[in-house]
Nanobody, 113 residues
């Protein structure tokens, strides 16, 4: 069964950090690119970042310099390190193999004092 499972969300104060993880089963992150999207309450799902199979990364403008993608091929896991979090980063975060329309269940990130 091919699936993606996110973890690592939670409640954090503004300026804090979280590291999200995305574990793949039945899919190889060394071959398949993985994207992160997020959806805030009342808003459309939006692109956050992507990690290609060859390790290239791209980020949406609002998270550049604050979020960092990395990958552990041995664990088939992609990490999204989020620093200097802001209240506007509050959303459900999803990892996805967008080309196959394969999505995880999402993990909630709440940034609030």
């Amino acid at each position: 069964q091919v699936r993606l499972v996110e973890a690592g969300g939670g409640l954090v104060q503004p300026g804090g950090s979280l590291r999200l993880s995305c574990v793949g089963t039945g899919i190889s992150f060394s071959v398949n690119p993985i994207d992160w999207y997020r959806q805030a309450p009342g808003k459309q799902r939006e692109f956050v970042a992507s990690l290609s199979s060859d390790g290239a990364t791209s980020y949406t403008g609002s998270v550049k310099g604050r979020f960092t993608l990395s990958r552990d091929n041995a664990k088939n896991t992609v990490y999204l390190q989020m620093n200097s979090l802001k209240p506007e980063d509050t959303a459900v975060y999803y990892c996805t193999d967008y080309s196959r329309n394969l999505w995880g269940q999402g993990t909630q990130v709440t940034v609030s004092s």
